[in-house]
């Protein structure tokens, strides 16, 4: 066994919703209990053949997210089966799981007591709760099964239960969204008092239902008629102002572009993308990240990770076609050896997400070599805009100014 082991995420997809929502892209279906029942058959035979001791040895697994679709659209008998496997993990690790944040994403409308024991008895102890709205005719529109009321049973029961850790994702641009009523949805969720709360902004993609309507929408922006669909860019941008604003009122603090906590309460699993530590996906469609040495079966080559830097990442994702899931074809699909500056940009863009910014001595520990080398002219250019700034404590970050125009930064940090 290695002397230290390096921290990895497990991310587990499950595909299934009870009702596919108008805005979604995601890999996820609707689908019958015995598809479901395959697949969860799938899921273990995956969990078995990937997390392996061999990689144990080498891994403490830190994060594990379960995610969709919507897993607590299983069933009681399937959720107990995902808990078997989920068990079967820190078996192998031979420790105690009570150390890894283990999260659940969860959508109103499909939690009942049954469920949420199960959760508990297998150590699920993060909740991500999907409200998106508190207003129902919102919710209505975007395609969710729930209302603002189903939301808060779900959010009440788990807490009955014990569930100290809880997320609710919130969403702002939706359609027929006004100022006040996303006011009303940040206010409701903050009295609420989760410890975690993510604010995206509705991003319309192709081949959505929603996203005929919007191309309607462009074409009165661009005769200079007011949006009929979605919220006009000037709401939007007071929505965006009003995020943090009104969370900070609430005792949160943001702590990456589009994600609030309570101190303490940040997540652990989405740090490790925005920090580039490595993880495993599991599961349909599902993408990992590790170090090449670890999934090549065949290579010889040692591996460097025992000096603190493996150089040599591989992304690779599970088949997204749910049939050949099913005959267990677990192989590795759009693989792509990352280079040093794929991994330095990456470094930088995910990493600048982070409202603490990215450490210059983590950028020479693991590329070994100076940061300045390498991004001189982007950092003092941006520097000089006002929209990065290097904070004495050995940190670049974005300024304020700096993250309202975040992808424009980001750029800059790319090669070509
Ligand atoms: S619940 Fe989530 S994953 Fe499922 S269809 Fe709606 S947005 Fe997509």
Redesign the pocket.
């Known amino acids: 066994m290695t002397e230290k082991r390096h921290p990895l995420g497990i991310y587990i997809h499950i595909p299934f919703?009870i009702k596919?929502?108008a805005y979604?892209d995601?890999l996820?279906m609707q689908a019958d209990k015995q598809v479901i029942d395959k697949y969860i058959v799938s899921l273990e035979k995956d969990i078995d053949k990937t997390v392996t001791a061999d990689l144990l040895n080498q891994y403490e697994v830190n994060t594990v997210f379960i995610g969709?679709?919507?897993p607590s659209s299983l069933s009681e008998k399937q959720l107990q089966r995902l808990g078997y496997a989920l068990q079967s993990i820190f078996q192998k690790m031979k420790v105690d799981r009570h150390g890894a944040e283990i999260t659940m994403e969860c959508?109103p409308g499909t939690l009942n007591n049954d469920k949420v024991k199960i959760m508990k008895e297998y150590g699920i102890n993060r909740i991500s709760l999907?409200l998106q709205s508190a207003d129902n005719r919102e919710l209505e529109l975007l395609g969710?099964i729930h209302k603002y009321s189903d939301f808060v049973y779900c959010y009440e029961l788990l807490r009955r239960h014990g569930f100290d850790n809880i997320n609710v994702d919130v969403m702002s641009a939706l359609p027929m969204q006004t100022i006040e009523t996303y006011e009303k949805t940040l206010i409701s969720v903050a009295q609420l008092n989760p410890e975690h709360i993510s604010a995206y902004s509705l991003i319309v993609e192709e081949d959505t239902p929603f996203f005929e309507r919007y191309s309607q929408d462009d074409m009165l922006r661009s005769s200079g008629k007011p949006p009929f669909f979605l919220p006009d860019e000037e709401s939007e941008r007071i929505m965006y102002e009003q995020t943090e604003e009104i969370l900070n009122r609430y005792g949160y603090h943001r702590y990456e572009i589009s994600n609030y906590a309570k101190k303490g309460y940040e997540s652990v699993h989405n740090i490790g993308y925005w920090r580039g530590r490595e993880y495993i996906g599991i599961g349909l469609g599902a993408s990992s990240y590790i170090c090449r040495h670890i999934v090549d079966v065949d290579n010889n080559n040692s591996c460097s990770i025992d000096s603190g830097r493996c150089t040599t990442v591989r992304r690779f994702n599970r088949t997204r076609d749910l049939n050949k899931y099913l005959t267990n074809d677990f192989g590795e699909y759009e693989t792509e050896n990352l280079d040093i500056n794929m991994q330095m940009e990456e470094f930088m863009f995910l990493g600048l997400r982070m409202i603490e910014g990215v450490s210059i001595n983590e950028f020479a520990d693991r590329f070994g070599t100076d940061i300045y080398k390498i991004y001189s002219e982007p950092i003092a250019r941006f520097e000089r805009l006002g929209l990065l700034e290097s904070a004495s404590e050995g940190i670049i970050r974005l300024t304020k100014k700096g993250i309202d125009v975040s992808n424009y930064v980001f750029e800059g940090f790319l090669f070509s």
């Open positions: 919703c596919k929502c979604c995601f996820s969709g679709g919507t959508n999907g969710r």
